[in-house]
DNA sequence: CGTCATTTTGAGGTATTTCAACGAAGGTGG
DNA sequence: CCACCTTCGTTGAAATACCTCAAAATGACG
């Protein structure tokens, strides 16, 4: 369902339309299109652990990933960080809340990112219904990503979490190229607080999956799912 | 921050822009997209409990809602129910993917939609920047709720889980009038899939704020706050 | 090769979940 | 108008699961 647009050149968009009846069809941007937003995008190459944008500060870009992660996330009061969101190629941050970031977005690897000033883009919005729909798909992906989330913090138990985690950057891994590695560019510590668990949680967890004989871990960041028909079972039972 | 728009007449959008640099500003339709939209809109009057569609099935149209309101759910299949959202009035909703919803939408209280064909609003986006402008608002505080919903069922405790809940619907009871009062529509139990709880944990929740003297629960439906400092520490405390 | 952050493992506490039963409310039909 | 029934809500006790605190081991990095 995941489709990669071709990034050679400049920022492009992956939509899917709320409603469509078409379903996910891969909508690339025209020639004409990214030609324009080339021209308000700056390409950055980032290190990794690198912020972006701080939390509350004055929203005045927002972003499309070429290459690399990215991860969204609250600071709360306690002292917990909550992860919100984990960002890869073609998804488009940076959302806004009464002019100001809702969250401090940080790099996870090193990234390419565009950079899109929003008083250059808002005109061009308002007189390309195209592109403003192209747009309107992107947001409706990280809300149905939101939703993904909403439901794997909901459960109870820690194990099937962690597999519908995997599940997920499965289908990310899959996006890039077809191995049965499972890439885990986030650190422990990250999935924990985007999956509203411990890191001690997630590792007994990890270690679970392993003595279960479901997922061998090749080193922190590689998976590989070695029994698929009870890796499928987890992740949907819920 | 909430606003309500004018609904006389037929469907209205309260739109606020990703990455906007000029905050939470109100977006009124122009009367000749408020006469477009209502060309393709139908008005319907549906009592509660009635299911609006159903999750799979084919996505056709999308909603907005006039008055009432209305929740998004999806049966899980060891037969929990997950409450993705509630739908209030200028909400739109009817998301889908690959063609088909991604939830069960059902009202709760007698509600007044505008059903709009997929198919009309398509061509009409296609060629009104200002319209899809307003749809891409929409869906972005569509996002911004589920990322709330996030952080919500995030936390630990049954009672903060409550309090920001009751936070979330007073300020939707300001919006409607100045009052006091805040008005619960759905059930405990409704309540309790939202917030990730099971229904007893919901009312041994409730039952504890109104021991600690900080809410006032007249009738099911109807809840007062006492203690309004302790309930913003409640809320913020997470 | 040493330092430091990250990860792993262990044991105990505490919250919610579960299971079960009771009480209340709303809706239907006689 | 009342009785009945179904659904929803409330309360209690035990079990499970994760969280907290603490320490050791592994890996990354200069």
Redesign the interface.
Known sequence: ?QTVAATAGGPSLRG?????????IVRLLSHRQQSQLSGIATELHLPPRMIVYREDS?????FIVGRGTVKAF?D???G?R?V?AFMFQDD?F??????HY??TAQTISAVTLYRIQ??A??PM??????L??Q??GK??H???A??R???I??RRDAVGRLAMFLHMLEQHSRCLRHTPQIEIPMSRSDTANYL?LTLEAVCRASRTLERMGIIAFTGRHVARIVDRRRFDKLV???
């Open positions: 369902v899917v339309p709320i409603g469509s009846a078409t379903g996910d004055c929203a005045q870009c927002v609250r709360l009061p306690s917990k909550r919100m488009l940076g959302l806004a809340e009464g002019g809702v969250h929003v008083d883009l808002t919005l308002r007189c390309d219904p195209e403003v729909f747009f309107l947001v409706a990280e809300l149905r939101s939703l989330q909403t439901i913090v909901g509203g949907t039972a819920l």
